[in-house]
């Protein structure tokens, strides 16, 4: 009966050690996409439609934000490059993560990310 015991004891140690995986720390502001805040994942996304490019924006894989055209520009204007559209929904992400919502550009902060006059 003591060998059942402790070939149970043994097998409950073993599951519990092997069910344990180490936390990894998540890298902060690195740019993939993602940002994290509060442990909430903000994500963006970037797409082609038939004269340029948009963005959209994703808490927890809920849509935040569409943004089709430059935000805060006279006119429906979309995004020449993809690169540009990055650059807009990297500025929208980092003010959703500091807790401004909805996040709101600025005239001059699109126009010095884009080189524009």
Not at 7 to 15: I, T
Not at 23 to 33: A, E, H, L, S, T
Not at 82 to 92: F, G, N, S
């Given at each position: 009966m003591k060998i059942v015991f402790?070939?149970?004891?043994?097998?409950?140690?073993?599951?519990?050690?092997s069910a344990q995986k180490p936390?990894?720390?998540?890298?902060?502001?690195?740019?993939?996409?993602i940002l994290y805040a509060y442990n909430d994942s903000l994500q963006y996304e970037t797409y082609p439609q038939p004269k340029g490019w948009g963005y959209k924006l994703y808490m927890r894989y809920k849509l935040l934000?569409?943004?089709?055209?430059?935000?805060?520009l006279e006119g429906n204007q979309p995004f020449k490059n993809?690169?540009?559209?990055?650059?807009?929904?990297?500025?929208?992400s980092s003010k959703i993560?500091?807790?401004?919502?909805?996040?709101t550009l600025t005239i001059?902060?699109?126009?010095h990310l884009l080189k524009l006059k």
């Open positions: 402790f070939f149970l004891f043994c097998f409950c140690v073993v599951l519990g050690a936390k990894q720390p998540v890298p902060k502001n690195q740019d993939y996409g934000v569409n943004q089709p055209m430059i935000p805060a993809e690169q540009d559209a990055k650059k807009i929904a990297r500025l929208a993560a500091k807790g401004e919502m909805p996040p001059t902060e699109i126009k």
